[in-house]
Nanobody, 126 residues
């Protein structure tokens, strides 16, 4: 599957951005989706995940209450709404997918995902 992330940019602390990730090449509704990020000098870390139907979501503690993951299976797109952004959110954000069965628990480890997009850069200024 091919994944194309977009929506990154420069924003002031306290601001908002919405990232999008468009998928193609495999029936989108069969995949659970995740967002990960890698900040300057840091390792890649989990941000959020969403189930095939969108009914289940999971978040890293650092973004819980500020970020919202959602998906539109008709548009083959997953979103990450980021509010109350902080300088510590500065990173390259990548979307990832993994085929899953309906009852499969959400995964928060990058190694559990099979396909990755190229990443979109988010910079939050103080």
């Amino acid at each position: 599957v091919q994944l194309q992330a977009s929506g990154g940019g420069l924003v002031q602390a306290g601001g908002s951005l919405r990232l999008s990730c468009a998928a193609s090449g495999r029936p989108f509704s069969r995949d659970a989706m995740g967002w990960f990020r890698q900040g300057p000098g840091k390792e890649r870390e989990f941000v959020a995940a969403i189930s095939r139907s969108g009914g289940n979501t999971a978040y890293a503690d650092s973004v819980k209450g500020r970020f919202t993951i959602s998906r539109d299976n008709a548009k083959n797109t997953v979103y990450l709404q980021m509010d109350s952004l902080k300088p510590g959110d500065t990173a390259v954000y990548s979307c990832a997918s993994r085929p899953s069965i309906l009852s499969s628990p959400l995964k928060t480890t990058s190694g559990d995902y099979t396909d990755w997009g190229q990443g979109t850069k988010v910079t939050v200024s103080s």
